[in-house]
């Protein structure tokens, strides 16, 4: 079954400002996706999603034209043949760094779902897996750098949404950040987990202060303190730190995960599916961690492909971790690009991937046309 087309279709919609959300990497004023539509000569049809890198218009055209051209015509069930030409090809030399790999992890995607309609199975099952709970936690771009009285009640509604664990978003000044988790702590008390996200915001010292209110609230990790590259930072924070810390969201392939897992700072790795290499590179770093009693706890992108994505993921490796449940109060590309939400929680906080073929989703054509790209940052 060759490959006989691959289209990109980059996809955004404005975030008004009541529900717009400031965090480390500034204020959400959109959200963006690039889609990946590939087309086979027997007629089956796959999608995936690439993380749009901040510049969905750029991947998109990556795919259209680069990555389309080495890979049209091959074996489109052939997802590690597809993933060394494009490594060889594109990213080993001089090739765009992250954002081929950005393009790369959306193509793997659609040709993970081909695989699965060819097999007509659940991705799951085609991983070696079983649909079985795992537990999520409330995350997405939500409890952000807001008053610690607002903080509380978006927390005490997600927990009465039925989350026993949710992350909070630190890297403000840690004066604010330690009232933050101290009054969320006070009022979930102490059998909700509480996550935290500086999203590299943090500087050693900022780090170093917040660290013992964090553990004095255990405060089950703090999430990336600093950019992927300050790897002597982490070292130093690891040294001093009782509170597990967290990376993995800015992690590309299983190469920058062999270095983070050697350096053997972090104990929870999230690589994204939409960023790190797609499915095929997620089950090879799952593997990697594995090996070192590590678990995976794949960082949440903007939609339901790669939700549902992530999900079938946990259900296929033996060292699940958390689902990221996205709790962000506007994400159309959520509830409504399949026409039903990637998954559902359980009373225990857990979630099970969407039942079906592939990834257990049906796309909405139409939802797809009416989201046009919108161009410029999405946080300012
Ligand atoms: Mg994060």
Redesign the pocket.
């Known amino acids: 079954m060759k490959i006989t087309r691959i289209q990109a279709v980059p996809i955004s919609f404005p975030v008004p400002a009541n529900k717009s959300v400031t965090l480390g990497i500034g204020r959400s004023v959109k959200r963006d996706a690039v889609l990946i539509r590939v087309d086979t000569d027997e007629g089956l049809t796959g999608w995936g999603e690439s993380h749009h890198g901040r510049c969905p218009g750029a991947i998109a055209k990556l795919i259209d034209t680069t990555l389309s051209e080495l890979v049209l015509g091959m074996d489109a069930t052939d997802v590690n043949g597809v993933w060394a030409r494009v490594y060889k090809m594109q990213i080993a030399s001089h090739g765009m760094g992250a954002a081929a790999v950005l393009a790369l992890s959306g193509l793997d995607q659609a040709l993970w779902d081909i695989r699965c309609q060819q097999a007509n199975q659940p991705l799951y099952r085609m991983l070696g897996g079983t649909s079985k709970p795992i537990k999520a936690y409330a995350g997405g771009i939500a409890l952000g750098w807001q008053e610690p009285e607002s903080l509380v009640q978006e927390a005490l509604g997600y927990i009465s949404d039925g989350y026993r664990a949710l992350k909070l978003r630190m890297g403000d000044t840690p004066k604010k950040d330690i009232a933050r988790v101290q009054a969320v702590r006070k009022a979930v008390g102490d059998d909700i987990e509480i996550l935290t996200?500086a999203?590299t915001n943090y500087t050693l010292e900022a780090a170093a202060r917040v660290l013992p209110a964090f553990a004095e609230a255990q405060v089950a990790w703090l999430?990336?303190p600093f950019p992927p590259q300050d790897r002597h930072a982490y070292a130093t924070l690891a040294k001093m730190s009782n509170v597990p810390l967290a990376a993995g969201?800015n992690h590309y392939t299983r190469y920058e995960f062999d270095t983070l897992i050697e350096d053997n700072c972090v104990r929870y790795l999230q690589p994204d599916l939409s960023k790190t290499g797609g499915i095929t590179e997620t089950m090879r770093i799952a593997a990697m961690a594995g090996a070192k009693k590590l678990t995976v706890n794949p960082?949440t992108s903007a939609t339901a492909i790669n939700m549902a994505c992530s999900l079938h993921l946990l259900c296929g490796v033996d060292n699940p971790g958390y689902f990221e449940g996205d709790v962000t109060g506007l994400n159309p590309f959520r509830d409504h690009l399949a026409g039903q939400v990637a998954y559902k929680l359980d009373s225990n906080g857990c979630v099970s991937p969407p039942e079906g073929v592939g990834y257990g989703l049906t796309l909405d054509m139409d939802f797809i046309k009416s989201h046009p790209l919108i161009e410029g940052p999405c946080y300012v």
Request: aromatic fraction near 0%; charge should be negative.
């Open positions: 996200d999203n999430e990336e969201e960082h």
